[in-house]
């Protein structure tokens, strides 16, 4: 079981910043990589980065080189650093954390917080 809380969302500018961040509880020692998904109305949700416990990052094309996802592995808190962001950006996003028990993977969910940027 791995609880994740979420904050940093909000109303920015085209062009401007903002900062997400994910903090795990719980059955945390079973997790192995924490990331961010966003889902815009009518849309399909989609991964934007994830990262893994040894470090190592993915992006999904769209946010490369504006986005940067983090993660302070004592405190089991993930952040998003989300630059130049556009209207497009515009979205849900979710937490997630990926977790193994024995060869099972579980999938967890934080709640969500809106992102909303004006063109």
């Known amino acids: 079981q791995v609880q994740l809380v979420e904050s940093g969302g909000g109303l920015v500018q085209a062009g401007g910043s903002l900062r997400l961040s994910c903090t795990a509880s719980g059955n945390t020692f079973s997790v192995f990589s924490m990331g961010w998904y966003r889902q815009a109305p009518g849309k399909q949700r989609e991964v934007v980065a994830f990262i893994l416990s040894g470090g190592s990052t993915n992006y999904v094309d769209s946010v490369k080189g504006r986005f940067t996802i983090s993660r302070d592995n004592a405190g089991n808190t993930v952040y998003l650093q989300m630059n130049s962001l556009k209207f497009e950006d515009t979205a849900v996003y979710y937490c997630?954390?990926?977790?193994?028990?024995?060869?099972?993977?579980?999938?967890?969910w934080g709640q969500g917080t809106q992102v909303t940027v004006s063109s």
């Open positions: 997630n954390a990926r977790s193994k028990y024995g060869l099972s993977f579980l999938n967890h």
